[in-house]
């Protein structure tokens, strides 16, 4: 290391030292990995054991012996002491680790979380499924082990919050931009790379060289978090001193007037027709700049994937890719070619596809239409035989093309699907699913990065990810681009953003208040049901989109009873049948309107669909759009994005919107479980869970594995976030197939004969019958081949399994619950707990009334001791015990006794029986059984699957986990597992216990979301013309902050259109030759478009929509959309013709008037001789305005912002005068 860095960070750590001494002379110092950087020696006074300091080693060094010679003379110390971070972590394995708090200082190396060891230190973790366990024997200081290339290391345990940590290096430097660099230059990903910096550093420290110039790839439409940014601050400032730095570096410009490689051409030509030829794309130049668009030839694309695989296969480094481009655009022909080009190399391609239809569809083609028959897909629904058949075929080199779901691929060894062939590409198709704040978020695609990572890891492979999606957010707060890279560690991608608009698609958006009779449910579906039929007697093609399937249901019934096939329907409930009859049936135009959820659209290709309108979102703007792009996909045809809408649309968007639904509060609960199946299963810090275990967490048990994945995936990347390590690590496994059953002894004795090698006995129960474990995936693989594996275990669950063997089985789930203290102390407190439960549903029930969680909460507060968490406790008691009504019969879902409704986005429950008196006595006698006169604290049981004492039994133990009183496991059933990896258990530990939680993907999610739905509301509420609604479109795809897009796209009208008459006024419409007035104007009509801040008289022409008529006939024909163009583009008409429109506003279109008017609007007010602006008694009389506002909404429209400001100024001069539901509002 050189003198002049030693020098200048030794006086540095002396003046640390001199610093912290003046008040406590014996100050401990731990030094974290700054060793290298100062003169060790300067300090050998003071080191407490030089034997062993900064040297690697477990408790075999660190023995018991050593931590007895070391302790008395920390004890005895009157001067500073110096302890290596080793000696200080196995210190604290004798002692408790607050011992010597006061005393601590920790020095650490604030530019690295990860210390270089031998290869002799390094422990091999992944085992033959591709887990990656904790070895035993690792040193208790190091967190985790890692493989980097060709280097080994290890990250640094978290030291206690409570510690004082001063970082060696805090001077920063700001980071400066570069020109281009060199082909040889070091450039550092820190997007993508989570220990790009740590690798750079040590090789630093290794090479004794710090005047290194190092290029940073920044966006700057995606803002750095502070710790990286400031970590790179201070590494560019010690890089400085030695005069080297650190460069920003943008992105790379596309190349423009590209000729494709003659051998893409070729592949081009022979799969796709000697007069095949690459089609452009539109994509941004610069998306960082400016939203100018560049023709770009598909071979560009093409040409760019396979030099990444060449570069892979020559031993480079190889960047991946990340495209976005409209429906339409040809997106598999992209990645399809490489693979084309790959498999002439020999080489391995796999698709992850998220949709079996996806996969279908795409197989197919290319069968059908490329003649490429070395591809496959493997998905469930394939026979083991079948599944094996491609499985040996690819590892053979009879298959070449592999399409697989994400869930499949994240199962498995990546040589379980190809042997020992190399891979060549990966393709990541529909990657908007990765993104954390979407409604469509797979948690799945979010395990993948970290299964990629591990594949490149452990196989030395090279080759290149290509990441496909139609639409994405480039940057800003609304971000999808840089998320779905950085979960995906992507390297260095070249990013390929395709133009968002599509001006052959218009909005057609009508506005309207919320119902003010009547059900908001009935409303809508008749609001619906008249559209579609509108669109029927139009003879349009259309897709209609509702958020659930009990929608489409209801929608189609209704419809039907109009005319029977007038529409067709499709959601994922339906049978593979049924989906494809809808399917085809609408393809050609057999029936022309159809039902669907979003299940309907990923990745189909229909060309003439004409309208696309919305039952009410279910996504936000990126779904919104991405659903409408399925219109007008042949470009000569006008395409009509069609929506009524009211504020309470928005939701269904808010409750499909899973990952918001986590509260923090069930975050640090999992990490509450996580340790207590730590502790309950002696400490190890590798454990298997069931998702199951987990579900009295949650609100509902609705995709239960989807909520725990997503849950701990967040709570992983955190950490990983805060501590550069993975304080915990959380993996999806495959199915297990080991489950219980029971059997008489007929079943019994014939299981023996046929299928003895496959289960075996664990109890005998009274009489007859025996208790099995058997081993499913044996039984399939040995004897049922020809059966895909879903359906042999739905036959086990459904209790059909072997029955043809004259063979009884019935599933069986082994529940084991634990108890931390005494039968008899757990009993009354579970008795307390439960007798305070039942007083306030007893109470709640006699009001007769439907309640809140808030409500039920404050009745228990009453009854209960704080100690306990009572809002756990709310949420689990009404999760479990509430149901829904069942339509053809007055009764609840299960054993339900409480009613649920969802009103609004708030869930709401009612008292229906008084059954939990019997449910709870229930409750009381299981414990009883389990624990009574018993001197163990820890029960098994089996019991039968889908029976409620089993359901109570989950009860139980989810309560005595809640109350902090015990555990509980379930084993066996049909659910899937999920790894656990504990690195840091006490960093774990002290958060679970911390009141003061945060996990800020959680944050940041909840913020996206807010901001979203922000903008989404101001998209539907206000009238925009189409070209402007592009704009904004395009502007929030680029990044655009909300602030920005509401101060550039401020939205003075509200809509108000009749949409069925608009659509029978320009369905015939084409993109290329509007419909005029007078067919002579047609060829000039943009000539007629309106040009802002100029007069127009009453025979001049002017164009609006797809129509140029003089402004006279507009006046007549549609004031509303003359008013609109008036008011957007500031022009003005003669003085006459103005009253003219103002009157037949007022008289004919008074709802347009008034909602555009709103405070503006004349209105007669008690004590006014005159009409008077509302904006008046609403300013200087607001309690009298309030009262009579409330009296006649339907004479002035208040905004949100009006609306609170007026509650606001009643609730100062009399609150009393306020509804209740507008007190919660100002609340808010």
């Given at each position: 290391m ?14 640390i ?9 014996n ?22 054991d ?6 690697e ?91 980097i ?16 940590k ?8 700001d ?21 790009g ?87 941004y ?17 093409v ?38 080009y ?23 083609g ?48 990546i040589?379980?699907?190809i ?30 990065g ?29 971000d999808?681009?840089f ?20 001006d ?32 029927h ?11 659930y ?9 209704k ?9 067709v ?37 229909i060309?003439?669909i ?73 400490k ?8 199951n275990?987990?579900a009295?967490?949650f ?40 489950v ?8 019994m ?6 299928y003895?090698e ?31 594996f ?41 008795r ?10 007893a109470?709640?029930g ?16 009453q ?31 299960g054993?339900?006794?409480l ?30 059984k ?16 889908n ?27 049909d ?26 993907i ?48 401020p ?48 025979d ?24 609109k ?16 429109l ?5 008289l ?9 008017l709103r ?31 409330r ?27 306020l ?10």
């Amino acid at each position: 290391m050189s003198n002049k860095l030693k020098n200048i960070y030794t006086n540095a750590f002396d003046n640390i030292i001199k610093k912290h001494t003046r008040d406590k002379a014996n100050t401990i110092f731990v030094l974290a990995g700054i060793t290298p950087y100062i003169y060790v020696e300067n300090f050998n006074d003071n080191i407490t054991d030089q034997a062993t300091f900064d040297k690697e080693g477990n408790l075999d060094l660190f023995t018991q012996a050593w931590f007895g010679s070391v302790f008395p003379k920390l004890m005895a110390a009157t001067t500073y002491q110096i302890l290596s971070h080793q000696q200080y972590a196995s210190i604290n394995e004798y002692l408790n680790e607050d011992f010597f708090k006061d005393r601590i200082v920790v020095v650490y190396d604030n530019l690295r979380s990860l210390y270089p060891i031998s290869k002799s230190e390094y422990i091999e973790k992944a085992d033959a499924n591709g887990t990656e366990k904790r070895p035993e024997g690792m040193p208790v200081y190091q967190a985790e082990q890692l493989k980097i290339g060709e280097h080994y290391f290890y990250s640094l345990k978290h030291f206690n919050d409570g510690l004082k940590k001063i970082p060696l290096f805090s001077i920063k430097k700001d980071l400066t931009s570069a020109g281009a660099s060199s082909a040889k230059a070091y450039v550092l990903d820190v997007i993508s790379d989570p220990y790009g910096i740590d690798v750079l550093v040590n090789e630093c420290i290794e090479e004794d060289f710090f005047a290194k110039k190092v290029y940073v790839k920044v966006s700057g439409k995606n803002v750095l978090n502070k710790t990286l940014t400031n970590t790179l601050e201070e590494l560019n400032h010690l890089f400085a001193r030695f005069g080297g730095g650190i460069f920003v570096q943008r992105e790379d410009a596309i190349q423009k007037d590209y000729a494709p490689s003659e051998e893409s051409v070729v592949l081009l030509k022979r799969y796709w027709g000697e007069k095949a030829e690459f089609r452009d794309i539109q994509v941004y130049e610069n998306p960082e700049l400016g939203n100018d668009i560049i023709p770009v030839s598909q071979g560009l694309l093409v040409d760019t994937i396979i030099k990444e695989y060449k570069n892979g296969c020559e031993g480079i480094q190889p960047r991946d890719i990340f495209i976005t481009a409209p429906t339409g655009a040809g997106k598999s022909l992209i990645f399809q070619l490489p693979a084309f080009y790959a498999a002439s190399q020999g080489d391995v391609t796999i698709v992850v596809s998220p949709l079996k239809a996806l996969m279908t569809d795409q197989v197919e083609g290319l069968h059908n239409e490329r003649h490429y028959d070395k591809v496959e897909f493997i998905n469930s629904d394939l026979t083991l035989i079948d599944r094996d058949r491609i499985i040996d075929g690819c590892k053979r080199g009879d298959v070449d093309i592999l399409y697989l779901s994400p869930e499949l691929l994240l199962s498995y060894d990546i040589h379980y699907f190809i042997g020992e062939r190399k891979l060549g590409l990966l393709i990541v198709d529909e990657a908007h699913l990765i993104t954390t704040w979407g409604r469509d978020f797979r948690v799945d695609y979010w395990f993948l990065g970290n299964h990629i990572n591990k594949m490149r890891k452990y196989n030395d492979y090279m080759f290149p990810m290509v990441a496909l999606t139609a639409t994405a957010v480039y940057g800003g707060v609304n971000d999808m681009v840089f998320d779905s890279i950085n979960s995906l560690n992507m390297h260095d991608p070249h990013k390929f953003i395709g133009n968002v608009r599509r001006d052959n698609i218009e909005f057609v958006i009508d506005t309207h208040d919320d119902y003010s009779t009547g059900r908001y449910d009935q409303n809508k579906e008749t609001e619906t049901v008249n559209i579609i039929k509108g669109l029927h007697d139009l003879d349009m093609k259309a897709i209609v989109y509702a958020p659930y399937t009990r929608h489409i249901n209801r929608l189609k019934d209704k419809c039907d009873e109009i005319q029977e096939g007038m529409v067709v329907s499709f959601h994922g409930g339906m049978e593979a049948d049924e989906q494809k009859f809808a399917y085809q049936a609408f393809k050609n135009n057999r029936c022309k309107v159809m039902i669907a959820t979003k299940a309907f659209g990923m990745g189909v290709d229909i060309p003439d669909i004409q309208v696309v309108y919305h039952h009410a979102p279910s996504g936000l703007l990126p779904d919104y759009i991405q659903e409408i792009g399925r219109v007008a996909r042949k470009k000569e045809i006008q395409g009509f994005a069609a929506l009524t809408f009211s504020k309470s649309d928005l939701r269904y968007s808010k409750q499909l919107f899973g990952i918001s639904s986590l509260k923090t509060y069930q975050l640090k609960e999992v990490l509450c479980k996580i340790m207590r199946c730590f502790n309950s299963n002696g400490k190890k810090r590798n454990m298997l869970v069931a998702a199951n275990d987990f579900a009295y967490i949650f609100d509902s048990v609705d995709e239960i594995d989807q909520k725990v994945a997503t849950a701990l995936m967040m709570i992983e990347k955190d950490y990983l976030n805060k501590t550069r390590f993975n304080v915990l690590i959380a993996r999806p496994k495959k199915l297990f197939t080991k489950v219980y059953a029971r059997t008489n002894q007929v079943g019994m004795d014939r299981l023996l004969e046929k299928y003895g090698e496959c289960f075996k006995e664990i109890t005998r129960v009274s009489g007859n019958y025996h208790t099995l474990e058997l081993n499913l995936d044996d039984i399939w693989a040995r004897h049922f081949s020809d059966k895909s594996f879903p359906q042999l275990k739905s036959e086990f669950y459904k209790q059909k399994f072997l029955s043809e063997d004259g063979i009884e089985l019935t599933p069986q789930i082994r529940v084991t619950i634990n108890i931390d203290r005494t039968y008899s102390d757990v009993l009354a407190e579970v008795r307390g707990v439960l007798d305070a439960v039942k007083t306030s549903f007893a109470q709640l029930g006699f009001k007769h009334s439907f309640f809140t969680q808030n409500e039920f909460e404050e009745e228990l507060v009453q009854r209960m001791d704080a100690k306990y968490n009572i809002k756990k406790i709310a949420s689990f008691m009404l999760s479990t015990y509430s149901g829904y009504m069942k339509t053809t019969e007055r009764a609840l879902e299960g054993d339900s006794f409480l009613q649920m409704r969802r009103h609004g986005t708030t869930m709401q429950y009612q008292v229906f029986s008084t059954n939990y008196q019997a449910k709870f006595t229930q409750l009381m006698s299981i414990f009883a059984k389990l624990f009574d006169g018993k001197e163990y604290q820890s029960a098994d049981r089996f019991l039968s699957i889908n029976d409620i004492p089993l359901m109570n039994h989950i009860r139980l133990g989810s309560l005595l986990e809640i109350m902090e009183l015990g555990s509980f496991e379930t084993t066996g059933g049909d659910e899937p597992k999920i790894f656990l990896r504990l690195n840091d258990p006490r960093r774990i530990e002290r958060d679970s216990k911390n009141d003061s939680y945060k996990n800020s993907i959680l944050e940041s999610v909840k913020n996206r979301h807010k901001v979203s739905c922000e903008l989404f509301e101001h998209f539907f509420t206000n009238y925009f013309s189409n070209e402007k609604r592009w704009d904004l479109v395009e502007d929030f795809f680029l990044g655009m902050s909300n602030d920005d897009l509401f101060e550039k796209y401020p939205g003075k009208i509200v809509n108000h259109i009749d949409i069925l008459e608009y659509l029978r006024n320009n369905k015939s419409v084409t993109p290329e030759n509007s419909v005029a007035e007078n067919k002579e104007y047609s060829h000039q009509e943009s000539f007629f478009l309106a040009r802002k801040q100029e007069f127009y008289n009453r025979d001049n022409l002017l164009t609006i929509g797809h129509q140029t008529k003089k402004v006279k006939r507009w006046l007549i024909d549609d004031p509303v959309a003359l008013h609109k163009t008036i008011v957007e583009n500031e022009i003005v008409i003669e003085a006459d013709d103005f009253k003219v429109l103002s009157n037949k506003l007022r008289l004919e279109h008074f709802t347009y008037y008034r909602d555009f008017l709103r405070l503006n609007i004349l209105i007669e007010f008690p004590g006014y001789d005159n009409l008077v602006k509302a904006s008046v008694p609403y300013k200087d009389q607001p309690v009298k305005f309030y009262k009579w506002w409330r009296r006649h909404k339907d004479f002035v429209t208040l905004n949100l912002k009006e609306k609170v400001e007026l509650y606001l100024a009643v609730d100062k001069v009399t609150p009393t005068a306020l509804v209740k539901a507008d007190k919660e509002l100002i609340k808010k």
